[in-house]
């Protein structure tokens, strides 16, 4: 949780009740421990929607479908979803959510792996108004530089998860081995976010944090996230090494 529990109920409580069929797959998705977008996460969703109109939407971790059809809801009537979700049995049920909510005209499912499905999006031209990236964390760097040649200047950015129960925020060795890795790269890609000429951000820390981005300008990738990764790749070798000594 990263801010206090009486002020996420405060939030919480200006949130308008969801349609039947959003509340039936959140209620499903907290029994059965599938992590979707939380409630007081959901408010800055809506609005960005709201506020930004897209007629084409990127989102990347479809999960169970919940937070497309929530986009769906806000959306113009005329405008498409395009979502990424690398999990089989997630894909069904996300099509199946999908269905039942009435939307499979709106929403597009693609089940693969996000990088993968991201580049050839990319090579095929695609182009969106507004992208939600909320998947697999140690990869938010390459999927981003993917987003950035397919978001439309003036376009938003929404990424989920990016301060980790507020660990992104201490040193790597106060974190446990497994995670170092994650953590390293969340706190290179929220850097590079913040730092970058490509984009204006802003972080807002609703849920387990958001970071708010606009595109300013399309320019060419640089590369640098493998540079990164690999870095952070052999520093972690070398710690593992060290231990052993």
Known sequence: MIIDENVCGFIRSFEPDLEECLSAIEKKSLIDGVPIIRKEAQSLLRF????????????????????????????PEDAKIVSIEKDKERYR???????KCGR??????????????????????????????DAAKAQ?????????????????????????????????????????????????????????????????????GMLVSTKLERTEVSGFWEKAYSSAETERKGETLNEKA
Do not use: W
Request: some cysteine.
């Open 48 to 75: 960005l929607i709201k506020l930004s109109a897209p007629k084409r939407i990127l989102e990347i971790g479809t999960a169970v479908g919940f937070s497309a059809c929530l986009m769906a809801e806000y959306m």
């Open 93 to 99: 049920t996300a099509l199946n959510n999908i269905e």
């Open 104 to 133: 499979m005209s709106q929403i597009k499912v693609i089940n693969g792996d996000a990088a993968e499905v991201l580049k050839k999006l990319s090579d095929g031209g695609d182009c969106f108004d507004f992208v939600f990236l």
């Open 140 to 208: 938010y760097g390459i999927y981003s530089e993917y987003i950035t040649k397919m978001l439309k200047n003036g376009g938003i950015l929404l990424t989920d998860n990016i301060l980790q129960e507020g660990s992104v925020a201490v040193s790597k060795f106060a974190v446990p081995r497994r995670e170092r890795t994650i953590h390293v790269r969340m706190r290179e890609f929220v850097s590079s976010m913040m730092k970058s000429e490509q984009y204006s951000s802003v972080i807002v820390p609703l849920g387990d």
